[in-house]
Every structure is written in structure tokens, then in C-alpha cells.
């Protein structure tokens, strides 16, 4: 019999344990490989969650969360963290995913111990280093570093190609995150036993999410203003639910300007079942989140993007998403016109979705599997 071929996952976050946990879930029970998992807890509560969720148990936590952490920070204590551990285990390839600064020190430790790594979710460019701000130079890093590149598009092939990536190293695998999601959904769970918030779901939901770092200060202000603007004049017809992002900044603008406003709910950030429940019985999603523009379309739904770039522009292609920038006046109009113009809605919301089919773990686990 063939020896078992030893994978360790790596992850930090809880978009990173979302969209990897169908991977270790493939991995773990297929006798043709040894799966483990080690997590930096970059995020600590939320990747807690995801865990649960999917019933995963961490082999390795480095419990790296601390409060006013750096990016700096970060880097150096998953470095030395993840190293040590690699050594020690010795696996035959070592899987990071997306762009965070996990994945970047997660790759970067296993080149240090000339480790082959893998990178789901690889070839994904805005093409400006500051947008998304640190994640666009992760991932560029990362790809250096790759071995395999799991790419989930075909627009993420071309970027890599255009990188220097050799041909033979990529493989276009669709997104795990649908894989992830539509798990999740079909499961179920009443949102009223998540979600302490007086919301009328007999109204339109409005889902945003809105956290990143280039929208920190005045645009999260001007997002945050357009929005309560639009709660005020859709009253009769629209409620807003918000789970408000653990970091201060963004908790402290919120409360300011959308607290107190009757039909904007401000809740705290749900586990990934009552989420993905709530996206799906959402009216639209307006959203900075770069796993939410895949996810949405995946249930129907139109995602306005509140960034001036995108690392995933199929979905514009497609046109399931659309680039509203954090200005004021653009994010209301764009916000408005899906409220008001049913033909707009429609066409978004019956696109089809470009990441994939649900199966992206079983391509990536089968890849592994004839590569190694």
C-alpha cells in the first residue's frame, strides 16, 4: 500500500477557515493522505467559530491574536510559529490560502524549510500594492513562493501566467468558498436565535458588512452616511443589518452614524451558519468583503462592492457585482438604483455566477493526490 502523503493546512482567519475547511474536511477522509491543521489565530473568536462550525480540531494554535497588533507583528511571531512547526512535522506539502499575512508567513516558512507549497485560491490582482491593503502584496508574494497554484478561474490563470507562472503548476479549480457555502445553506439554522435585533423580515434586507483598512476614517463616514440616508428614505420598505466588526475603529463610526436609526440593525459579527442564512434571505449585499462577492452571487443575490478595485473581476464581468467606491454620493446612488429599478436587480441577480460549482475541494484534493 502507498504511504500516506502528509498535508498540513494552514490559516489564520476566519475567511481563510471558511474557505479551507472544505479542503481539510476532502483531505482528512481520504486514506490516501495524513492531514493536518495549524492556526495562527490571526483572528481569535471568529476563527473559534469556524472551527465549530465545521467541526475541525486545530493540531497546531499559536494563538498569535494580541491587541493593537502590527502587521510587523504579526509577520514575525507566524514566522517563527509556523517554521518551527514545519520542521518538526516535515510534510510532504504545505497548503496556505488567499492573501492574508498568515498565508504570506505560512509560505514563506515552508520555502525557509524547502517545503512545496501550495496556494488555493492563487492568481487573484488588483494590480495596485495599496488595494487591498496588505492582502494585494500577500498574495503576490505568496504566488512567488508556490509550488501549486489553485487557481479559481480562469482569470486568475492568466494573471499567473502573466506573472511567470509555468503553465503545468496551475490549476483552475473553481472556489472552495462555494463549496463552503452551499454546505452551510442547505443545512439551515433559524437566524432569530443569532440575531438579537427587532428586524422585520417581512422587508427587504439590506446585508452590509463594511471593515477594511482603505476604508478606515472618512470613506467608512461617507458609506456609513449614504447608508443611513437611504434607511431613512426606503423606511416603509427596507431594514439594514449590519454585524459590526470587532475593530474599534469601525465600531466606534458605526455607532455614531447609523445608531439609533429605527431600521438599521447594528449586531455583532455572526458565526459562518447564521451568515450564510442571512446572506441568503437578503434583498442585496453591500459589502468591502472580497469572499462575499463569490459567496452572494452563488445565492442569487447582487453584491455592490464598496472599493474602487476589485481582485475579483468576474464578477463584474459577469455581472453579478458592481463597483460602487467609498464616496458618499456614488455609494448612495448605486445603492438606490437596485431599490428602485426592479430590470437592474434582475439582471444582476439571475447572472451567472463565475466561481464555480461546489467541487473545488475534490479538484484540488484529486490534483494533490496525482502531483504528490
Given at each position: 500500500?502507498?504511504?500516506?502523503?502528509?498535508?498540513?493546512?494552514?490559516?489564520?482567519?476566519?475567511?481563510?477557515?471558511?474557505?479551507?475547511?472544505?479542503?481539510?474536511?476532502?483531505?482528512?477522509?481520504?486514506?490516501?493522505?495524513?492531514?493536518?491543521?495549524?492556526?495562527?489565530?490571526?483572528?481569535?473568536?471568529?476563527?473559534?467559530?469556524?472551527?465549530?462550525?465545521?467541526?475541525?480540531?486545530?493540531?497546531?494554535?499559536?494563538?498569535?491574536?494580541?491587541?493593537?497588533?502590527?502587521?510587523?507583528?504579526?509577520?514575525?511571531?507566524?514566522?517563527?510559529?509556523?517554521?518551527?512547526?514545519?520542521?518538526?512535522?516535515?510534510?510532504?506539502?504545505?497548503?496556505?490560502?488567499?492573501?492574508?499575512?498568515?498565508?504570506?508567513?505560512?509560505?514563506?516558512?515552508?520555502?525557509?524549510?524547502?517545503?512545496?507549497?501550495?496556494?488555493?485560491?492563487?492568481?487573484?490582482?488588483?494590480?495596485?500594492?495599496?488595494?487591498?491593503?496588505?492582502?494585494?502584496?500577500?498574495?503576490?508574494?505568496?504566488g512567488v513562493?508556490?509550488?501549486?497554484?489553485?487557481?479559481?478561474?480562469?482569470?486568475?490563470?492568466?494573471?499567473?501566467?502573466?506573472?511567470?507562472?509555468?503553465?503545468?503548476?496551475?490549476?483552475?479549480?473553481?472556489?472552495?468558498?462555494?463549496?463552503?457555502?452551499?454546505?452551510?445553506v442547505a443545512?439551515?439554522?433559524?437566524?432569530?436565535?443569532?440575531?438579537?435585533?427587532?428586524?422585520?423580515?417581512?422587508?427587504?434586507?439590506?446585508?452590509?458588512?463594511?471593515?477594511?483598512?482603505?476604508?478606515?476614517?472618512?470613506?467608512?463616514?461617507?458609506?456609513?452616511?449614504?447608508?443611513?440616508?437611504?434607511?431613512?428614505?426606503?423606511?416603509?420598505?427596507?431594514?439594514?443589518?449590519?454585524?459590526?466588526?470587532?475593530?474599534?475603529?469601525?465600531?466606534?463610526?458605526?455607532?455614531?452614524?447609523?445608531?439609533g436609526v429605527?431600521?438599521?440593525?447594528?449586531?455583532?459579527?455572526?458565526?459562518?451558519?447564521?451568515?450564510?442564512?442571512?446572506?441568503?434571505?437578503?434583498?442585496?449585499?453591500?459589502?468591502?468583503?472580497?469572499?462575499?462577492?463569490?459567496?452572494?452571487?452563488?445565492?442569487?443575490?447582487?453584491?455592490?462592492?464598496?472599493?474602487?478595485?476589485?481582485?475579483?473581476?468576474?464578477?463584474?464581468?459577469?455581472?453579478?457585482?458592481?463597483?460602487?467606491?467609498?464616496?458618499?454620493?456614488?455609494?448612495?446612488?448605486?445603492?438606490?438604483?437596485?431599490?428602485?429599478?426592479?430590470?437592474?436587480?434582475?439582471?444582476?441577480?439571475?447572472?451567472?455566477?463565475?466561481?464555480?460549482?461546489?467541487?473545488?475541494?475534490?479538484?484540488?484534493?484529486?490534483?494533490?493526490?496525482?502531483?504528490?
Open positions: 500500500m502507498q504511504a500516506q502523503k502528509k498535508i498540513l493546512l494552514v490559516f489564520g482567519t476566519r475567511p481563510e477557515a471558511i474557505k479551507m475547511a472544505p479542503l481539510v474536511k476532502a483531505l482528512q477522509n481520504d486514506a490516501r493522505f495524513l492531514a493536518k491543521v495549524a492556526v495562527t489565530a490571526q483572528h481569535r473568536e471568529m476563527l473559534d467559530q469556524v472551527l465549530e462550525c465545521f467541526d475541525i480540531n486545530a493540531d497546531y494554535d499559536l494563538n498569535m491574536m494580541r491587541h493593537g497588533q502590527t502587521l510587523s507583528d504579526i509577520t514575525g511571531r507566524a514566522l517563527r510559529g509556523l517554521q518551527e512547526i514545519i520542521a518538526a512535522e516535515k510534510p510532504d506539502v504545505v497548503l496556505v490560502h488567499g492573501d492574508t499575512t498568515t498565508t504570506f508567513a505560512g509560505a514563506l516558512a515552508a520555502f525557509y524549510e524547502q517545503i512545496p507549497v501550495g496556494h488555493v485560491e492563487a492568481g487573484l490582482r488588483t494590480g495596485d500594492k495599496y488595494a487591498p491593503y496588505p492582502e494585494e502584496i500577500n498574495r503576490r508574494l505568496t513562493l508556490a509550488d501549486y497554484h489553485f487557481a479559481p478561474t480562469e482569470t486568475a490563470r492568466q494573471n499567473l501566467l502573466a506573472s511567470g507562472v509555468a503553465d503545468a503548476n496551475i490549476f483552475v479549480t473553481g472556489n472552495t468558498v462555494i463549496d463552503a457555502l452551499l454546505q452551510t443545512a439551515g439554522c433559524e437566524l432569530a436565535e443569532y440575531i438579537d435585533a427587532p428586524v422585520d423580515w417581512s422587508k427587504r434586507i439590506l446585508l452590509l458588512t463594511c471593515h477594511r483598512r482603505e476604508n478606515w476614517g472618512r470613506p467608512m463616514r461617507e458609506i456609513f452616511g449614504a447608508v443611513r440616508r437611504l434607511a431613512a428614505e426606503f423606511a416603509g420598505d427596507l431594514e439594514v443589518v449590519c454585524p459590526v466588526h470587532k475593530n474599534p475603529l469601525v465600531r466606534e463610526l458605526a455607532a455614531e452614524i447609523l445608531g429605527p431600521n438599521v440593525h447594528l449586531i455583532e459579527p455572526l458565526e459562518y451558519r447564521p451568515f450564510s442564512q442571512l446572506m441568503s434571505r437578503a434583498y442585496l449585499v453591500v459589502t468591502d468583503s472580497g469572499g462575499m462577492q463569490e459567496e452572494a452571487p452563488a445565492l442569487g443575490k447582487p453584491v455592490l462592492v464598496l472599493r474602487e478595485v476589485t481582485e475579483r473581476p468576474e464578477a463584474i464581468a459577469a455581472g453579478t457585482a458592481r463597483l460602487i467606491g467609498n464616496k458618499g454620493e456614488p455609494v448612495y446612488q448605486g445603492i438606490r438604483e437596485l431599490l428602485t429599478d426592479d430590470a437592474v436587480y434582475q439582471a444582476m441577480a439571475h447572472a451567472a455566477n463565475p466561481y464555480g460549482d461546489g467541487r473545488a475541494a475534490e479538484r484540488i484534493r484529486d490534483i494533490l493526490a496525482s502531483r504528490l
